[in-house]
């Protein structure tokens, strides 16, 4: 099995690929409703440790692992396992992030599905002048009508393979050069006017002024999750971008850049989307229908408000498109290492999340009391337990290769940050990512 040749355009090409990937539904859609259900600036606060702590250096381990492997991240895995002298069962660390990502994929791609039809409705101005009532009982039946469902799922993944197929230069890297500053200029623009409305004090104070009644080791473990998920860390999925780093680029510059950008993305998010909250008296620990159900009533009264939220949701849907490349890019480039051309991995890519995808639409209906583990549904199981568990426990063993396993030489030079960045680097992950990551996981799990 080959290196692969590709490399993206330049240094910027992958800053802007791998925040593609970090920015999506984590900071818009689940980062507002887990604070808000989890008690604001005290999440926030751990969540940004855990960036700092874990998510930066597991990331720089897990994009440096595709740097030095140049492939798949099986092969990749398995290639520098070899090399290393070490067992070839690293391999599985590959595969279960393959099964990782394709978990995620399926409810990733259902709900943003939804962002397209809630695009379209308010873009039709189907929210003006509805009430309240009107528009909570509007979600509820349309969680409830599953071929609308799967209808925006089966667009939303068309959308998605389309680029994927297209291939890293020409698909990817062109996607996210324009979307991910046409995205961040929409967010500062729906910030500055969330900031002309009255709960606009209410949302800072509740966004950055901690209480820690809440706090709890479940807590403790979302905000965990919660950090590799934003980040995209965990899954091997930036591993499969590591793969097409230029030579020359530092790493960790890269990821402090992404994280930074990352962690701005949800404060101004939240930001918009608590100040309307507030303004209009809502309760922010609406849960995963906040932004659907909350937002429409609150934008709908507040004046121009229609324009805002189709913003809104036309930028959650530009930010979910990018991340879901990057979901589905370690599976295609995994079935390519065994041969497949490329359209036709990225075919049965899209054919197996598309009918898993299917479990989550049906969760809503006719599957909802379909409930196989844990007293969950599909959707529920899909959606919590690949973010909150897969990922850390992935990224842990990421963490272990890169820092413990790896060649010092090699994973120096994929570092790209000379000997003492790369000692620092080393002994953050060995001895505060790793333990830390080990104690989180275990305490939120007893
Ligand atoms: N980071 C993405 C988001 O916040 C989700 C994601 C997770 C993408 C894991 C890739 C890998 O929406």
């Given at each position: 099995m080959s290196e692969?040749?590709?490399?993206?355009?330049?240094?910027?090409?992958?800053?802007?690929?791998?925040?593609?990937?970090?920015?999506?539904?984590?900071?818009?859609?689940?980062?507002?409703?887990?604070?808000?259900?989890?008690g604001g600036a005290a999440f926030l606060l751990i969540y940004v440790g855990f960036v700092l702590l874990l998510g930066i250096p597991v990331m720089m381990a897990e994009i440096l692992i595709g740097r030095a492997g140049r492939r798949g991240p099986i092969q990749a895995l398995g290639a520098l396992a070899m090399d290393a002298g070490a067992s070839a069962n690293w391999r599985w660390l590959g595969i279960f992030g393959a099964f990782t990502v394709f978990c995620i994929l399926s409810f990733y791609s259902v709900v943003s599905g939804w962002s397209i039809e809630f695009l379209v409705a308010s873009v039709n101005g189907q929210f003006s002048g509805a009430t309240a009532a009107e528009i909570g009982a509007g979600f509820d039946a349309f969680l409830a009508s599953p071929g609308l469902l799967i209808f925006n799922h089966s667009l939303f993944l068309f959308m998605t393979m389309t680029v994927v197929a297209a291939g890293v230069s020409k698909g990817l890297e062109r996607l996210n050069n324009l979307l991910m500053p046409l995205l961040?200029?929409?967010?500062?623009?729906?910030?500055?006017?969330?900031?002309?409305?009255?709960?606009?004090?209410?949302?800072?104070?509740?966004?950055?002024?901690?209480?820690?009644?809440a706090l709890t080791p479940t807590v403790v473990l979302h905000a965990m999750g919660h950090a590799f998920f934003t980040l995209a860390v965990g899954a091997c999925a930036l591993m499969a971008y590591g793969a097409y780093m230029p030579e020359d680029q530092s790493l960790p510059k890269a990821a402090v850049a992404v994280a930074a950008l990352d962690i701005s993305v949800a404060l101004l998010a939240g930001i918009a989307?608590?100040?309307?909250?507030?303004?209009?008296?809502?309760?922010?620990?609406?849960?995963?229908?906040?932004?659907?159900?909350?937002?429409p009533i609150a934008f709908a009264e507040l004046p121009g408000g229609v324009v805002w939220l189709s913003v809104f949701f036309l930028l959650l849907l530009l930010a979910t498109w990018t991340s879901a490349i990057n979901l589905a890019e370690p599976m295609v480039v995994t079935l390519q290492g065994l041969g497949c051309r490329r359209s036709i991995a990225t075919a049965i890519v899209a054919l197996s999340v598309w009918l898993m995808g299917l479990l989550s639409a049906f969760s809503f209906s006719t599957l909802a009391d379909f409930r196989p583990l844990f007293g969950r549904n599909v959707f529920e199981l899909v959606s919590s337990i690949p973010p909150d568990v897969f990922l850390?426990?992935?990224?842990?063993?990421?963490?272990?290769?890169?820092a413990w396993v790896m060649p010092r030489t090699t994973a120096m030079q994929?570092?790209?940050?000379?000997?003492?960045?790369?000692?620092?680097?080393?002994?953050?992950v060995r001895w505060v990512s790793i333990p830390l990551t080990f104690i989180v996981l275990l305490g939120g799990l007893l």
């Open positions: 692969t040749l590709e490399r993206w355009g330049s240094k910027r090409a992958f800053i802007l690929a791998v925040t593609g990937a970090a920015v999506g539904l984590g900071n818009i859609w689940r980062f507002p409703y887990v604070a808000g259900e989890n961040y200029g929409l967010l500062l623009l729906l910030a500055g006017y969330a900031a002309t409305t009255d709960g606009f004090s209410t949302a800072l104070a509740w966004l950055f002024l901690p209480s820690f009644e989307i608590f100040s309307v909250v507030f303004a209009q008296g809502m309760d922010p620990a609406e849960g995963p229908g906040l932004m659907f159900v909350t937002l850390p426990l992935g990224g842990l063993m990421i963490a272990i290769f890169a994929a570092l790209g940050a000379g000997e003492g960045g790369y000692l620092l680097w080393r002994n953050v």
